[in-house]
């Protein structure tokens, strides 16, 4: 994301723009490459692109929960980072994020307007927010083992 969320969000717009099958979040791998017995267990009559793609998938769900929470290790103390990717006008309502699996914790959190409250379970880490939020937002870290 370097710290570039319109960017992102550029990019998650095209991709959802151009899914292979509209609503169902597939993509296309290459061009027709497949036997013709995978074209039909796949269940295309006349296949252009090979899909579903599940890799592409995965890195766009992956992208989308760390536009959420993402532990950046590019620093000396592992740091979660809260909400990169969230735009700025989301930050006029309240919102919640519960259950994103971390390495070796689990994490929620919740913004009410004008504090973020996380709670961490598991292992602790250096916690910042994304830079779409206040720098005066108030910052609640609660943890549990």
Request: net charge neutral; no cysteine.
């Amino acid at each position: 994301m370097l710290e570039n969320p319109d960017k992102v969000w550029k990019t998650l717009h095209w991709f959802w723009q151009h899914q292979t099958s509209p609503g169902l979040y597939t993509w296309w791998e290459g061009e027709k490459r497949l036997s013709t017995r995978w074209e039909s267990i796949r269940g295309w009559v006349s296949p252009n692109p090979v899909t579903p793609h599940y890799w592409t998938a995965a890195e766009m769900l992956l992208l989308q929960l760390d536009m959420l929470v993402y532990l950046d290790n590019s620093e000396t103390e592992p740091t979660l980072v809260i909400g990169a990717g969230i735009p700025k006008e989301w930050l006029n309502q309240t919102m919640a994020v519960k259950g994103l699996s971390l390495p070796n914790s689990q994490v929620d959190w919740q913004w009410d307007g004008k504090q973020i409250n996380v709670m961490l379970r598991g292992e602790r880490y250096k916690v910042r927010l994304g830079s779409a939020f206040p720098a005066e937002t108030l910052l609640q870290i609660h943890s549990s083992r």
